[in-house]
């Protein structure tokens, strides 16, 4: 039992394997007095509350449904796909949502764990929320508040003892026990869930969009990661990979384009291993080829259905809409994904490589798989494959063990790929991880903020190159509504995800329709390039169009 002054819900740290699919209540456990020397699968699904323990229920009459949400979404996109599969199921449990956090009567923060500077955000987000339900206290007005996602996983005895407010903890795999979990809370006792599940992935649960009327939607394709890096949370916090079912993610889609959603990206911590297994017929078919030169830490898998099929079929529901995925792994792009991107009008000829590193040393004790020279071969092999393709990257500053001269590496790698998009951070040690057993954190925290500067400084260069290149061509931009800095334009994305922002005037509509026309929102327009900067062409709109009639006109 976690010790707790208050009565603490420790049975809901754990589903009973009763209430778990077959296969998802094997877990391990870290025998007394071990101190492992590197992560294993014991930490996957580490149970936090002793067999057998009786379990408490909710109070008679205290059943959820019974007020307003307010949701909070911190991190990457997976957190917000995760906020609408949260709000899905509090939604069909008779629960409202309010975007006015004074009247909630639940507050909901969906964590990120990533790196230290994303929790913090939450530690301070729940000093703010201190004060404000010591004013409903004392005006004897109930207010509950949960966190959510990946720091519930990884701190939730730290967040039930350490703040006292917090009356829920849900770990990524627990969303279905949040009505449990609320109705637990509202008779005053903490609650938890945090197991880890081997086949959750919400695929029977249509998540409800927080943003009615959007240009675009995130869909979930599959959860958790086994690469085990060695300086990544995610598989301590998000678990083992397990895909959805094609047949669930494709009606997602459908009801997303019977909504006019005009983008969709799939989304998965490892996105393009996807492995369908749910169609028996499709269990004993061969493992795919690796990218030349990559390799993993587990063996080979075998069976199901692949990436390629799902994005063939996603392309297929609706030729109006863009399909995006991320965040893939370099390893996995056989080439008949490359190809399948190269002939389909409407998947974007942009891809994410994340590289980390351009130092071959460095990306070893990342336990990444490949060497520099491997990268650059996969670099040059997709550009060759899909002519004009958008490339962006996710690279750490200051790794540990990481020299002057492996910095160095890092900047030429980024010279010479050029970039149009980047995600750069410096290095944050994370508990569990097997550099946070096996290596030491020794580069000086000064050092590492000078080297992520260099870092930044060196793509904007590159990405303002890369994307001065578009100077006079046209572009087609879906248009996702007004520009944040100026009400009299617009901003939308090209096919390779950069911001384009221009006028908002009249323009023709390449229907043929006599009338001059104004873009509106999931609106296709195509838009000259009249100059760039690092993160953002501008231009002038030439007519609206639609995705089909521009790839006809090329």
């Not at 009606?251 to 005009?262: A, F, W």
């Not at 057993?437 to 400084?457: G, M, N, S």
């Amino acid at each position: 039992m976690l010790p707790c002054g208050r009565a603490l819900r420790a049975a809901g740290l754990l589903r009973s394997a009763a209430a778990l699919r077959p296969g998802a209540a094997r877990r391990a456990r870290c025998g007394l007095g071990e101190r492992p020397v590197g992560p294993d699968l014991r930490y996957f699904l580490r149970g936090a509350a002793a067999a057998g323990e009786p379990q408490l229920e909710p109070e008679p009459g205290s059943a959820p449904g019974t007020g307003k949400v307010y949701l909070e979404t911190y991190g990457c996109q997976m957190n917000v796909n995760d906020t609408e599969i949260a709000w899905a199921i509090l939604q069909k449990n008779g629960y409202t949502r309010t975007k006015e956090l004074d009247e909630a009567d639940v507050i909901l923060l969906v964590t990120c764990s990533v790196r230290e500077k994303a929790e913090q955000a939450i530690w301070n987000r729940l000093q703010h929320l201190k004060a404000l339900k010591a004013r409903r206290q004392q005006a004897r007005l109930p207010l509950r508040i949960g966190i959510l996602g990946c720091m519930a996983e990884r701190l939730k005895e730290e967040i039930l003892h350490r703040e006292k407010l917090v009356d829920i903890v849900a770990g990524p795999d627990a969303y279905r026990d949040l009505p449990r979990l609320l109705a637990v809370a509202e008779s005053g006792q903490q609650a938890a869930n945090v197991l880890l599940s081997l086949d959750e992935t919400y695929a029977d649960i249509l998540p409800v969009q927080t943003s009615a009327g959007g240009t675009t939607a995130f869909v979930s394709i599959m959860r958790g990661c086994d690469n085990m890096c060695s300086y990544c949370i995610v598989p301590f916090t998000r678990g083992r990979e397990r895909s959805r079912p094609i047949a669930s993610i494709l009606q997602e889609v459908r009801m997303l384009s019977d909504q006019g959603v005009k983008e969709v990206t799939l989304l998965g911590q490892n996105v393009n291993s996807f492995r369908d297994m749910s169609e028996v017929q499709f269990q004993s078919a061969a493992a795919p080829v690796l990218s030349r030169g990559f390799s993993t830490v587990y063996k080979a898998k075998p069976g199901g259905l692949r990436f390629a099929h799902l994005l063939d079929q996603v392309s297929r529901i609706d030729p109006e809409m863009r399909i995006r995925f991320t965040s893939p792994h370099p390893k996995d792009f056989p080439d008949e994904v490359l190809q399948l991107i190269q002939e389909r009008h409407n998947i974007c000829k942009q891809l994410h490589l994340p590289a980390q590193s351009g130092s071959t040393r460095v990306l070893e004790a990342m336990r990444r798989g490949y060497t520099r020279e491997a990268y650059l071969e996969l670099v040059h092999h997709v550009r060759e494959s899909i002519p004009g393709v958008s490339l962006s990257s996710d690279f750490i500053a200051g790794f540990c063990g990481e020299t002057e001269e492996d910095h160095q590496q890092t900047v030429s790698l980024l010279r010479e790929v050029r970039y149009n998009v980047g995600f750069l951070f410096a290095y944050s040690m994370r508990q569990k991880t097997r550099a946070y057993h096996r290596l030491q954190d020794d580069v000086p925290a000064d050092i590492k903020k000078r080297r992520l500067e260099e870092l930044i400084t060196v793509f904007r260069e590159e990405a303002a190159r890369a994307n001065e290149a578009m100077v006079g061509q046209s572009q087609l931009v879906l248009v996702e509504g007004p520009s944040k800095r100026s009400a009299s334009e617009l901003c939308g994305r090209n096919d390779g995800n950069i911001k384009v922002i221009f006028p908002d005037a009249e323009m023709e509509d390449a229907a043929g329709c006599e009338a001059l026309v104004r873009a509106q929102p999931r609106d296709y327009v195509l838009v000259k390039v009249t100059s760039a900067s690092s993160q953002t062409l501008k231009g002038v709109p030439l007519c609206r169009t639609t995705l089909s009639r521009s790839v006809a006109c090329r």
